[in-house]
C-alpha cells in the first residue's frame, strides 16, 4: 500500500573539495554540523512514535469513512438503494497506520541529511553565508512540499484500498474509469477516462484510480459486460449481478410493507381527524347552548334583583302608610297593609 516517494537517506560522504580547508574553516565546519546533528537529536527525542501512530490513525479513520460516503453515493446511483454492504477495514486502517509510521519517520533523516551536505559543500566552495541561508531554506520548501505530496498520495491510495474492498462486498467486479477533467490531469489517464476494467486487475500499467502516484482520478461502478469498453455505468436493475439483484428484491419487498403500513396508517389518521371534527363539532354546539343558559342565568339574576328592589320598596311604602295612619288615629287594616 505505502509507496516511497523520492530518494532513500544515503550516507553523506565528504567531498575532495573539503580536503583544501584550512584547520579555521574545518573548525567551524565541524561546530555547523555538530549544531545539525544536535537538532536532529532534539527532533527525534521531540517527535514521538505514538504522536505519529495517532495521526496515521485519524488520518485512516476519516478516509475511511468518507470512502463509504462516497461509495454509497455511487451505488445509490447505480442501483437505486441507499443501504450497502459494508466490508471490515480495520485491517486495512492498522496496515496503513503502521506503513505510514514506518515512513513518516524517514522525512526528518532525509531533512537533516540535505541540510548537512548541503552545508559541507556551501563550505567546500567558498560560499557565502547569504548564499547558504537561501540553499537552507529552499530545503526546508522542499522537505514540506514532499510531506505534503506524501500525505495527499498515502490518502489516495488508501481511498482505492477502501474503494475496492466495498466494490468486492457488494460484487462489483467492474468499474468505469474516470478523471477530474481539468488541465492537471494527465494524458495517460485522459485516454482512460471512460473505459471499463476489472477491479481485480485495474487499467494496464495503471492499475486502480488513486494507486498511481498523484492520481486524482475515481473509479464509476459499472454492472454491465465488455471490458475495456467507453460508456457509464448502466442503471437498469436487470444487467445488475445476481447477488445485488437479491438484495435489490429484498429491499423492495421491505419498501412495499413500509408502504401498505403507511397507507394503513394514513386511514387511521382520516378516521382519526374525521372523529375530532365531529367532537369540535359537539363541543362547539356545547359551548353555544352553554353561552345560552349562561345569558338566561344573567337574565334571571338580574330578575331576582330586581324582585328584590320592588319588594324592598313595596316594605317601604306600606311602612310609611302605617306611620301616616297612626299619625292621623285612624287605626291601620292590617289586610290592607299586607
Same mark, same amino acid.
Given at each position: 500500500?505505502?509507496?516511497r516517494?523520492?530518494?532513500?537517506?544515503?550516507?553523506v560522504?565528504t567531498?575532495?573539495?573539503?580536503?583544501g580547508?584550512?584547520?579555521?574553516?574545518?573548525?567551524q565546519?565541524?561546530?555547523?554540523?555538530?549544531?545539525?546533528?544536535?537538532?536532529?537529536?532534539?527532533?527525534?527525542?521531540?517527535?514521538?512514535?505514538?504522536?505519529?501512530?495517532?495521526?496515521?490513525?485519524?488520518?485512516?479513520?476519516?478516509?475511511?469513512?468518507?470512502?463509504?460516503?462516497q461509495?454509497?453515493?455511487?451505488m445509490?446511483?447505480?442501483?437505486?438503494?441507499?443501504k450497502?454492504?459494508?466490508?471490515?477495514t480495520?485491517?486495512?486502517?492498522?496496515?496503513?497506520?503502521?506503513?505510514?509510521?514506518?515512513?513518516?519517520?524517514?522525512?526528518?533523516?532525509?531533512?537533516?541529511n540535505?541540510?548537512?551536505?548541503?552545508?559541507?559543500?556551501?563550505?567546500?566552495?567558498?560560499?557565502?553565508?547569504?548564499t547558504?541561508?537561501?540553499?537552507?531554506?529552499?530545503?526546508?520548501?522542499?522537505?514540506?512540499r514532499?510531506?505534503?505530496?506524501?500525505?495527499?498520495?498515502?490518502?489516495?491510495?488508501?481511498?482505492?484500498?477502501?474503494?475496492?474492498q466495498r466494490?468486492a462486498?457488494n460484487?462489483?467486479?467492474?468499474?468505469?474509469w474516470?478523471?477530474?477533467?481539468d488541465?492537471?490531469?494527465?494524458?495517460?489517464?485522459?485516454?482512460l477516462?471512460?473505459?471499463?476494467?476489472?477491479?481485480?486487475?485495474?487499467?494496464?500499467?495503471?492499475?486502480?484510480?488513486?494507486?498511481?502516484?498523484?492520481?486524482?482520478?475515481f473509479?464509476?461502478?459499472?454492472?454491465?459486460?465488455?471490458?475495456?469498453?467507453?460508456?457509464?455505468?448502466?442503471?437498469?436493475?436487470?444487467?445488475?449481478? @445476481?447477488?445485488v439483484? /437479491?438484495r435489490? *428484491?429484498k429491499a423492495? +419487498? &421491505?419498501?412495499?410493507?413500509?408502504?401498505? =403500513? !403507511?397507507e394503513? %396508517?394514513?386511514?387511521?389518521? @382520516?378516521?382519526?381527524? /374525521?372523529?375530532? *371534527?365531529?367532537?369540535? +363539532? &359537539?363541543?362547539?354546539?356545547?359551548k353555544? =347552548? !352553554?353561552?345560552? %343558559?349562561?345569558?338566561?342565568?344573567?337574565?334571571?339574576?338580574?330578575?331576582? *334583583?330586581e324582585?328584590?328592589?320592588?319588594?324592598?320598596?313595596?316594605?317601604?311604602t306600606?311602612?310609611a302608610?302605617?306611620?301616616?295612619?297612626?299619625?292621623?288615629g285612624?287605626?291601620?287594616?292590617?289586610?290592607?297593609?299586607?
Open positions: 500500500m505505502t509507496r516517494i523520492g530518494s532513500t537517506i544515503s550516507d560522504v567531498t575532495d573539495a573539503e580536503d580547508l584550512d584547520r579555521t574553516q574545518r573548525a565546519l565541524n561546530k555547523v554540523l555538530a549544531s545539525i546533528r544536535s537538532q536532529e537529536s532534539k527532533y527525534s527525542n521531540t517527535v514521538e512514535t505514538s504522536d505519529m501512530r495517532r495521526i496515521a490513525s485519524r488520518a485512516a479513520t476519516r478516509t475511511d469513512k468518507l470512502n463509504k460516503q461509495v454509497t453515493k455511487q445509490k446511483r447505480a442501483l437505486g438503494v441507499s450497502v454492504e459494508d466490508p471490515s480495520a485491517r486495512t486502517r492498522a496496515t496503513f497506520t503502521k506503513q505510514n509510521v514506518a515512513l513518516i519517520k524517514t522525512i526528518g533523516p532525509q531533512h537533516f540535505s541540510v548537512e551536505k548541503a552545508v559541507r559543500e556551501g563550505f567546500a566552495r567558498g560560499a557565502s553565508s547569504k547558504l541561508k537561501k540553499e537552507l531554506i529552499a530545503i526546508s520548501g522542499v522537505t514540506q514532499r510531506a505534503a505530496v506524501i500525505a495527499r498520495d498515502q490518502t489516495a491510495s488508501l481511498n482505492a484500498n477502501f474503494t475496492k466494490y462486498e460484487d462489483i467486479t467492474q468499474f468505469t474516470r478523471t477530474v477533467d488541465e492537471r490531469t494527465r494524458e495517460e489517464h485522459e485516454r477516462d471512460g473505459q471499463v476494467f476489472t477491479v481485480a486487475k485495474g487499467a494496464p500499467g495503471e492499475g486502480f484510480p488513486g494507486d498511481p502516484i498523484q492520481c486524482r482520478c473509479p464509476e461502478p459499472f454492472l454491465g459486460k465488455g471490458k475495456g469498453k467507453k460508456g457509464r455505468a448502466p442503471t437498469t436493475l436487470a444487467k445488475a449481478p @445476481k447477488p439483484q /437479491k435489490v *428484491a423492495q +419487498a &421491505k419498501t412495499e410493507d413500509l408502504a401498505e =403500513e !403507511l394503513n %396508517l394514513r386511514v387511521e389518521n @382520516k378516521r382519526a381527524r /374525521k372523529r375530532l *371534527a365531529t367532537k369540535r +363539532a &359537539k363541543i362547539k354546539k356545547d353555544a =347552548e !352553554l353561552a345560552r %343558559l349562561t345569558k338566561q342565568a344573567e337574565e334571571a339574576k338580574e330578575q331576582r *334583583a324582585i328584590a328592589r320592588l319588594e324592598k320598596e313595596l316594605k317601604d306600606r311602612t302608610t302605617k306611620s301616616i295612619l297612626t299619625k292621623a285612624i287605626r291601620p287594616s292590617v289586610d290592607k297593609l299586607n
